[in-house]
């Protein structure tokens, strides 16, 4: 059976409090991202996708279980190895104006990671990498302010590219763009992917948009994978209750349907509350 590119086991992340206390953020959660795979952590604020995100990136500390990579433990490594481990993982963040140096040109900001992993002929790369995200090779001397929401997320996505991954974590892509152009960065991912075969964890609040461009959805809740399967099966027939709640709460343009789906939202949330009281 081929190993998978990034397999994460019984993740814990506790983030410390006060008087020596901890809270524990991510309980136990397991899954395996194969190359040329999207799979998608989906839940709403507070639910501990971008935690693991950022656990996987390093960036958040593990507290138990195990984040590996092309079956090497990359939890706890070193700092010299992290960074030779991000040039195969690689991030694109949700907001692209605050994540692109803006005294940077475009293409300061892409020769950057090539520089420090010492390639050559950066100028060179650049103009790929423009190309690859449908801009302009003149865009390389201008700066982030002058471009739209749409366009400075391309130039995220390029320079994640710059070094030629094979996992790409993309941390809410598409939520501060419009409708139109998040349908446009969605086209491009998907482009990307089929040109270069980089595997993608894709994480979202919104379901709809995820089923468009995943393989598999994983279903957050209060830390805990509580459903994972199958985008097109979880996105349209969930089978638990919490998914259901997310697929109710997709905004659709018919206001007939769409108060016909805040009326079955508020039936599901009901049912989940009655059930969280017999619990008790």
């Known amino acids: ?33 194969a190359a040329g795979e999207t799979l998608s952590l989906v839940g709403e604020s507070g639910s501990g996708k971008t935690t693991i995100g950022r656990a996987i990136l390093g960036l958040a500390p593990v507290s138990g279980g195990s984040v590996s990579f092309r079956g090497e433990a990359i939890s706890n490594i070193s700092r010299p190895r992290r960074r030779e481990v991000a040039k195969d993982i690689q991030v694109v963040f949700q907001d692209p104006y605050s994540s692109l140096n803006p005294a940077l040109t475009v293409g300061s900001s892409l ?6 992993a ?18 302009p090779a003149d865009a390389a001397g201008r700066y982030p302010r002058e471009f739209s929401g749409g366009q400075r997320q391309r ?4 320079r994640a590219l710059a070094l030629e991954p094979a996992v790409i974590v993309c941390d809410e892509p598409t939520s501060a763009l419009d409708v139109t152009t998040q349908a446009t960065v969605l086209a491009l991912f998907k482009q990307i992917q089929k040109d270069t075969g980089v595997a993608y964890l894709f994480i979202s609040h919104d379901l709809g948009v995820v089923n468009s461009i995943s393989d598999r959805i994983a279903v957050l809740y209060q830390g805990r994978i509580v459903e994972l399967g199958d985008a097109h099966q ?9 998914t259901h709640r997310l697929q109710m709460a997709a905004p659709i343009a018919d206001p007939a349907r769409q108060r016909a789906r805040r ?7 009901a049912a989940m509350a009655a059930d969280t009281e017999g619990q008790k």
């Open 234 to 242: 979880v996105a349209t027939a969930p089978r638990h209750g919490y």
């Open 111 to 116: 020769v950057e990671p090539l520089r420090a």
């Open 155 to 158: 130039i995220a996505i390029a």
């Open 263 to 269: 009326a079955e939202r508020e039936r599901v949330l």
């Open 1 to 33: 059976m081929t190993e998978p590119l990034l397999s994460v086991r019984d993740l814990v992340v506790r983030f410390p409090g006060a008087r020596g206390q901890s809270t524990q953020i991510i309980h136990g959660v397991s899954f395996d991202l």
């Open 118 to 135: 010492g390639v050559e002929e950066g100028s060179a790369r650049v103009r790929e990498l423009l190309d690859a995200v449908g801009l």
